[in-house]
């Protein structure tokens, strides 16, 4: 079962590949959603060391940074073993 947890956003980090998929516009639009609704689906993160690493939820972050947060709502995830 997935706990929601906040994490402090400076705490994760995102992967070079996954920031070439960032729309700007939809953070715009995300980031007024959430002033009016506040983060409805926390992202998925999963531990690396100290840090944690973005599995899923990339505008959501960014629209959350753009808004001046310091924290968001996340559920942590185990990485799948192949």
Known sequence: MLVKEPLPIRSIRVPAKRMKTLVADKVTTLAEDILENGQQTPIRVRENGAEYVLIEGLH????????????VDTYKVRARLH
């Open 60 to 71: 959501r972050l960014e629209a959350l940074k753009a808004l001046g947060e310091q924290t």
